[in-house]
């Protein structure tokens, strides 16, 4: 049977309870305190206590070169009916970990964030949490804006402002408002896999999400499956990143595209006290002479840049390509964010560049320095009506949408990790698999190298890892 995982804080007994075969290990700046009777989880103040039912595997220790205690041993896959939550930047979130990655998933909307790679070490922490997580704020905003973080899935992907065939959805779908259903939370000494669900009301069918995390690699696999769903729909991810507030201190890259072009109309409105400064409509064949409405170009590779304004562009990928990457160098820092994608399943980019350019609330001119990296099937941001009826990108022969089957599942994975770099390394150039397709093999303008493990089949197939 599996070990159930309480909610529950430690009783007073169990907190001063001696140890038998105790194991320390600092994890991320937490300390765990391993018995082999039951686990107990104790946190920094910034996390509550936990405590891990009584059922586990026979426990093997190893020591590191210092002499540190590291937990090696596997464990029974554990799970209750609601999964533990806790609540972070003000949202329920569940918890799932890795030796190397720490990341949280929110009860509303299923957003990922925040998310902490390497987190024994250096502690990388590349995504967005908006300003006003923590705040007060007003109840009719959409849930999708008041929990804003991380990454997550759109079904149907935009503002979803003009209703289709008598659907009238919310921001970015049900998956990123609704609230998720827990399913199970299962570990063993190679991954952990957190499995949540959501039933669809206003096109009604079934998705199921799915992240993992794989012992010694800085990577996160995500799942989505759709079912019993009939009819035209686009979708998406949404990573969005945080940026040092440093100008110019980190490169954004993509894989070759085939098209690309600013939104076409205006993306902020004056009036309404936002603003931008790209040219609508305007084609483009580099990200480093994006036409601007001064009739200057603007170079869209490096960032932060433009505060002052929001703007949205949109990439197509080369639908030829094995896969499809994007990649943020930040040289200071020494890594890598990359996102790596079947160009075939989400056939376009949009780089949604947010850097205090809204001055109405609860933007209030604070979001800045962000820069959402998202991959999806859709009309830019527009929603489902506009990317299932003809539209300028799909009458030059690019899928804006996709045809669900309620009896063929749609699976769309996705993955996103970190990689180390080296002195030198200043911005990606290239991302290719090994022989063997479990790393990838990243390359820099400056002639620099670094790799990361990443099982590459997850985008194609059903994880063998």
Same mark, same amino acid.
């Given at each position: 049977?599996? !070990?159930?995982?309480?909610?529950?804080?430690?009783?007073?007994?169990?907190?001063?309870?001696?140890?038998?075969?105790?194991?320390?290990?600092?994890?991320?700046?937490?300390?765990?305190?391993?018995?082999?009777?039951?686990?107990?989880?104790?946190?920094?103040?910034?996390?509550? %206590?936990?405590?891990? *039912?009584?059922?586990?595997?026979?426990?093997?220790?190893?020591?590191?070169?210092?002499?540190?205690?590291?937990?090696?041993?596997?464990?029974?896959?554990?799970?209750?009916?609601?999964?533990?939550?806790?609540?972070?930047?003000?949202?329920?979130?569940?918890?799932?970990? !890795?030796?190397?990655? /720490?990341?949280?998933?929110?009860?509303?909307?299923?957003?990922?964030?925040?998310?902490?790679?390497?987190?024994?070490?250096?502690?990388?922490?590349?995504?967005?949490?908006?300003?006003?997580?923590?705040?007060?704020?007003?109840?009719?905003?959409?849930?999708?804006?008041?929990?804003?973080?991380?990454?997550?899935?759109?079904?149907?992907?935009?503002?979803?402002?003009?209703?289709?065939?008598?659907?009238?959805?919310?921001?970015?779908?049900?998956?990123?408002?609704? %609230?998720? +259903?827990?399913?199970?939370?299962?570990?063993?000494?190679?991954?952990?896999?957190?499995?949540? &669900?959501? +039933?669809?009301?206003?096109r009604p069918g079934r998705v199921d999400k799915q992240i993992w995390l794989v012992n010694r690699q800085?990577?996160?696999? !995500?799942?989505?499956?759709?079912? @019993?769903?009939?009819?035209?729909?686009?979708?998406?991810?949404?990573?969005?990143?945080?940026?040092?507030?440093?100008?110019?201190?980190?490169?954004?890259?993509?894989?070759?595209?085939?098209?690309?072009?600013?939104?076409?109309?205006?993306?902020?409105?004056?009036?309404?006290? *936002?603003?931008?400064?790209?040219?609508?409509?305007?084609?483009?064949?580099?990200?480093?002479?994006?036409? =601007?409405?001064?009739?200057?170009?603007?170079?869209?590779?490096?960032?932060?840049?433009?505060?002052?304004?929001?703007?949205?562009?949109?990439?197509?990928?080369?639908? $030829?390509?094995?896969?499809?990457?994007?990649?943020?160098?930040?040289? +200071?820092?020494?890594?890598?964010?990359?996102?790596?994608?079947?160009?075939?399943?989400?056939? /376009? =980019?949009?780089?949604?560049?947010?850097?205090?350019?809204?001055?109405?609330?609860?933007?209030? @001119?604070?979001?800045?320095?962000?820069?959402?990296?998202? $991959?999806?099937?859709?009309?830019?941001?527009?929603?489902?009506? /506009?990317?299932?009826?003809?539209?300028?990108?799909?009458?030059? @022969?690019?899928?804006?949408?996709?045809?669900?089957?309620?009896?063929?599942?749609?699976?769309?994975?996705?993955?996103?990790?970190?990689?180390?770099?080296?002195?030198?390394?200043?911005?990606?150039?290239?991302?290719?698999?090994? &022989?063997?397709?479990?790393?990838?093999?990243?390359?820099?303008? &400056?002639?620099?190298?670094?790799?990361?493990?990443?099982?590459?089949?997850?985008?194609?197939?059903?994880?063998?890892?």
């Amino acid at each position: 049977m599996a !070990s159930r995982v309480s909610c529950n804080p430690p009783t007073a007994q169990e907190q001063t309870e001696p140890a038998t075969a105790l194991l320390s290990a600092g994890l991320a700046g937490h300390h765990e305190t391993m018995y082999q009777s039951n686990l107990m989880y104790k946190a920094s103040t910034a996390l509550p %206590r936990s405590q891990v *039912g009584s059922s586990l595997r026979a426990i093997t220790v190893l020591r590191d070169k210092s002499g540190a205690a590291v937990y090696t041993g596997s464990m029974k896959p554990t799970s209750t009916a609601q999964g533990t939550k806790r609540i972070v930047y003000g949202q329920p979130s569940w918890r799932l970990t !890795s030796a190397d990655v /720490e990341a949280f998933v929110t009860e509303m909307g299923g957003q990922l964030g925040p998310v902490t790679f390497d987190r024994r070490v250096r502690k990388f922490q590349p995504y967005s949490v908006a300003p006003w997580a923590e705040e007060p704020v007003d109840r009719s905003l959409p849930p999708i804006i008041r929990a804003l973080r991380g990454d997550f899935f759109c079904l149907p992907f935009g503002g979803n402002a003009r209703p289709f065939r008598g659907e009238k959805h919310p921001v970015h779908g049900e998956t990123a408002n609704a %609230r998720w +259903q827990f399913e199970s939370l299962e570990t063993n000494d190679r991954r952990t896999c957190l499995h949540l &669900s959501l +039933q669809t009301k206003i096109r009604p069918g079934r998705v199921d999400k799915q992240i993992w995390l794989v012992n010694r690699q800085n990577v996160i696999y !995500s799942r989505h499956v759709v079912t @019993g769903m009939r009819g035209h729909m686009n979708l998406g991810h949404h990573a969005m990143l945080k940026f040092p507030d440093l100008p110019d201190c980190a490169s954004v890259t993509t894989s070759h595209f085939v098209y690309g072009q600013v939104f076409p109309q205006a993306f902020e409105l004056p009036e309404k006290r *936002g603003y931008s400064c790209l040219k609508p409509g305007a084609e483009f064949r580099s990200l480093e002479k994006v036409p =601007t409405l001064t009739g200057e170009t603007a170079d869209l590779t490096r960032y932060p840049a433009r505060r002052g304004f929001e703007d949205l562009v949109m990439l197509v990928s080369d639908p $030829e390509a094995p896969f499809a990457w994007t990649a943020v160098a930040f040289p +200071q820092e020494r890594y890598v964010w990359f996102a790596l994608k079947d160009p075939r399943v989400l056939p /376009e =980019t949009v780089f949604w560049i947010s850097n205090g350019g809204r001055h109405y609330p609860p933007w209030n @001119g604070r979001h800045i320095n962000v820069m959402g990296l998202e $991959e999806v099937c859709s009309y830019f941001h527009h929603g489902l009506a /506009e990317s299932v009826r003809p539209n300028p990108v799909s009458a030059k @022969g690019f899928a804006t949408c996709v045809a669900l089957n309620p009896r063929k599942p749609l699976v769309v994975s996705y993955l996103m990790g970190v990689a180390k770099i080296p002195v030198g390394f200043d911005r990606v150039i290239s991302i290719r698999a090994s &022989s063997n397709r479990r790393a990838i093999l990243l390359q820099s303008a &400056s002639g620099r190298y670094a790799h990361a493990p990443v099982h590459l089949d997850f985008l194609r197939s059903e994880p063998t890892w």
